[in-house]
């Protein structure tokens, strides 16, 4: 079992700056890929970016060039960060990290965070 734990979620102005953070902790010798979804108020949840377990990236053409994933992996924990710059009102959303075991897989979905909200006001 893997448990994840979002933060750094909030208020900020268009163009602005913040920083998400997901903590794994229990089996995160398992864990591969680790990605961030979001999930905006009458849409369905969509991948933002996923990170490999040999640090390749990927992300969303709706967020490329603005936001970047990287993973720190350290004895008994992972994390996962979400950098996203000069944000838009449409970034608005509950914001998921997810991780995947399976070596395989670019669309992590195993175990899920609780989810943190991102507010980008105009």
């Known amino acids: 079992q893997v448990q994840l734990v979002e933060s750094g979620g909030g208020l900020v102005q268009a163009g602005g700056s913040l920083r998400l953070s997901c903590l794994a902790s229990?089996?995160?010798?398992?864990?591969?890929?680790m990605g961030w979804y979001r999930q905006a108020p009458g849409k369905q949840r969509e991948s933002v970016a996923t990170?490999?377990?040999?640090?390749?990236?990927?992300?969303a053409d709706s967020v490329k060039g603005r936001f970047a994933i990287s993973r720190d992996n350290a004895k008994n924990k992972a994390t996962v960060y979400l950098q996203m710059n000069s944000l838009k009102p449409e970034d608005t959303a509950v914001y998921y990290c997810?991780?995947?075991?399976?070596?395989?897989?670019?669309?992590?979905?195993?175990?899920w965070g609780q989810g943190t909200q991102v507010t980008v006001s105009s």
């Open positions: 229990g089996s995160i010798f398992t864990i591969n890929a």
């Open positions: 990170i490999t377990s040999g640090g390749l990236t990927y992300y």
């Open positions: 997810a991780v995947d075991t399976s070596a395989s897989s670019l669309t992590p979905d195993d175990y």
